[in-house]
């Protein structure tokens, strides 16, 4: 079905309607190579799109994204949080609901999912799915001893009276981080998703968090070949692996 060139815009970068039309009457959108400045050119079903160079595809608009965050920005829509995780979707994938399936740290890196599918975002954060996540930590300080079992008993932390979960806390040569002075590396796995959580228990274990990389979320690891900043559409086998 035709669309206006506005419309179009609009649904797939996000971008405001102001903006949308500010940018058509600036001469950055181009319709079959030719620069077009009006707002409502009816557009056939294969026209070629460009803003700023940049080819705007019409993908679909359930669209759901694997990324490798990297560190420095925000899992947030906030204009004063930037810069946003949001400003890293190549234009084609961009849409004005798509959210991040729970959130990371803005100094977290690591693998997380953006959807403008709600109700598999909500499969994704349910407390009532609980889903393992696996994190790599680095870490200053000492661990208290004991700790990874703490952790399998359900850890409390100092300023909630509810005991997280039981979870997994694998020590980097176990025994060996606990008697060094200056922090070690271990691996944490989680079914739930508390504000900073990661950071909170490692506190609570007497340890300072200082680097935190999620790597897994249910039976889906980060790929190897998705680098830093990267995103791409989530393939079924990894939606699978996702809801299995
Ligand atoms: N726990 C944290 O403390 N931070 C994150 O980004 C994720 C889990």
């Known amino acids: 079905m035709p669309e206006a060139l506005d419309a179009f815009l609009t649904r797939r970068t996000g971008w405001t309607w ?15 190579g030719v620069v077009c400045k009006r707002y409502h050119r009816q557009l056939g079903g294969d026209e070629t799109v460009e803003l700023d160079g ?20 925000a899992c947030s829509h906030a204009p004063g949080d930037q810069p946003l995780i949001y400003d890293l979707v190549p234009p084609a994938w961009r849409h004005p609901n798509l959210q ?5 740290d803005r100094d977290t890196t690591g693998l997380i ?29 000492t661990l208290a001893a004991g700790a990874s079992e703490q952790v399998a008993a359900g850890l409390v932390l100092a300023d ?3 005991p997280c979960l039981p979870a997994r806390l694998t020590l980097e040569a176990p025994g060996v981080a606990e008697l060094e002075a200056d922090g070690g590396q271990a691996t944490l796995e989680l079914c739930e998703g508390r504000h ?4 909170r228990m490692i506190a609570a274990l007497g340890g300072r ?3 935190l990389h999620r790597d897994r979320i249910g039976a889906l690891t980060l790929p190897d070949d998705l680098a830093s900043g990267q995103m791409r559409a989530l ?5 699978s692996l996702l809801l299995a």
């Open 18 to 32: 102001a903006d949308v039309r500010r940018a058509i009457q600036c001469r950055r959108v181009q319709v079959q």
């Open 235 to 239: 393939s079924a086998a990894q939606r």
């Open 100 to 104: 991040t399936a729970g959130r990371l």
């Open 54 to 73: 940049a080819h705007i595809l019409d993908g679909p608009d359930h669209g759901t994204l694997i990324c490798h965050k990297p560190r420095g920005v």
């Open 113 to 141: 999912i953006l959807t403008i599918d709600g109700r598999f975002q909500i499969s994704l954060t349910a407390p009532e799915r609980a889903l393992w996540k696996r994190y790599r930590i680095r870490y200053s300080g």
């Open 160 to 162: 909630e009276p509810r």
């Open 209 to 211: 968090v200082t680097d």
């Open 196 to 199: 900073h959580q990661v950071k």
